[in-house]
Every structure is written in C-alpha cells, then in structure tokens.
C-alpha cells in the first residue's frame, strides 16, 4: 500500500535562508501530492499541491518539486522567515480508500 | 467563507467515560473525514463521510465511530474511553473526497485528555 516518509524529523535553518524539505513515497501510482504546514495549536494548512504530470509548482515563496523516477518529492521554502516555523506535512491519496497517507513530518525551527 | 469548524476545542475526560466531537465542513462540501493525531503515530485515518454514509474507516476499535447529518456536519463518538485515546482529533471537508485528488480543509481539532 501507499506510504510517505519524510527523510529528516527536524530541521533548523537561518532566518532569510532557503529550506528544503523532503519526502519520499512508495507507490509509483500515486498522482497527487499535497504539502501541509501545522503550526502549534493549529490544524494542517495546505500550502501547495501538484499533480503526477507536472515536476515544478511554485507558489508564493514556495515550490514543490516531483522527480517521479526516484519516487521522492520536495518542498523549497524561500527566504525563510520566523512564521514558516512549523511541522511539515507531505501526503497523497490511496486510491480507493477516501483519505490521504500522511508523513510523519519535519519540524521546521527558524534561528534569529 | 468560514472554514472547518470543531468544537469543543479541548475536553477533559477521564477512563471509561465517553465522548462526542462535532464538525462543521466548510459550506458546499459534502466530504467529511476525521484524523487522530498523536506525537508517535502522526496522523492516522479514522473515517469518511460523504452524503451521510461512511465510505471507509480505518483501523481503529468499534469504540470510535461516527456519523454524518444531511446538512454535511459531522460527530465521531469515542466510547469506553481509554488514556492511549488522548490525542488531538482533526476533522477535514473536501467537495467530494480525497479519492478524487481533492485536497482536504482542516480543521484546528480538538484536544482529547483522558485522565
């Protein structure tokens, strides 16, 4: 079946530096895939999502990249600020089952 | 427009009570499914609802169940309440499913401690 993995539990970036976090999943069928970001006391916010027939979608300050070929899909935060702390989520829908398969997430820390 | 909207928010309760938890989908979805969360499992799926049926559950006990009303809000019951159900319970809307690359709308959840 479908899993999603995220390949750093943590991760701690400078305030105005790029950051990238990454996700790899199981099944070569997957065809959509979703980043979430939840910051404390909060639920998942979307932040952008991309389709199996697409490699690159940007949106504002961010950009989600698929390399189908490896299975493995990441997300590039840009200039990154103190409100982009969060724990990230990658998931995708398995097929048949209504729901999404979520990664464990990474957590973001921003240092000042 | 008003997005998913849980309530309560947080609820103490103590082993072997139970409880109800209640969602409201952002307006026009029909798609309603509920989340647990808990820092060593992450988010698990509990079950979906679409037009007052469940179209799936996940593998929890027969203690957690749910249901859907015909204006699309929805309640999950968690029966004979045990401290491992302490976890924040997400409710999440979408038009028509996960299923049909849609993406989900979440809600804050709802803290659950059980004591």
Redesign the interface.
């Given at each position: 079946g479908e899993s999603v993995g995220l390949h750093l539990p943590t991760l701690s970036v400078q305030e105005g530096d790029n950051s990238i976090i990454n996700c790899a999943y199981s099944n070569s069928a997957s065809?959509?895939f979703?980043w979430?970001k939840q910051e404390s006391?909060?639920?998942?916010?979307?932040i952008i999502?991309i389709?199996s027939n697409m490699d690159k979608r940007q949106g504002q300050r961010v950009t989600v990249l698929l390399n189908k070929t490896v299975k493995h899909l990441s997300l590039q935060i840009a200039a990154t600020q103190p409100g982009d702390s969060a724990v990230y989520?990658c998931a995708t829908?398995?097929?048949?089952?209504?729901?999404?398969?979520?990664?464990?997430?990474t957590r973001l820390t921003i240092n000042p | 427009k008003a997005g998913?909207t849980?309530t309560p928010r947080y609820l103490i309760k103590t082993r072997g009570q139970q409880v109800t938890l209640s969602c409201s989908p952002i307006s026009g979805h029909r798609?309603v499914?509920w989340y647990q969360q808990t820092p060593g499992q992450?988010?698990q799926?509990l079950f979906?609802y679409?037009s007052e049926t469940q179209?799936?559950k996940?593998n929890f006990p027969g203690r957690f169940s749910g249901r859907q009303f015909s204006n699309s809000r929805s309640e999950m019951n968690v029966s004979t309440l045990e401290l491992g159900d302490s976890a924040l319970y997400?409710c999440?809307s979408s038009l028509v499913?996960?299923?049909r690359?849609e993406?989900?709308?979440?809600?804050?959840?709802t803290q659950l401690s059980v004591l």
């Open positions: 065809d959509y979703i979430y006391g909060k639920g998942p916010q979307f999502d389709r989520f829908p398995k097929e048949g089952a209504q729901k999404l398969v979520f990664g464990q997430g | 998913v849980q798609s499914s992450g988010l799926f979906e679409f179209r799936n996940g997400l999440a499913g996960a299923d690359g993406k989900l709308f979440f809600g804050s959840g």
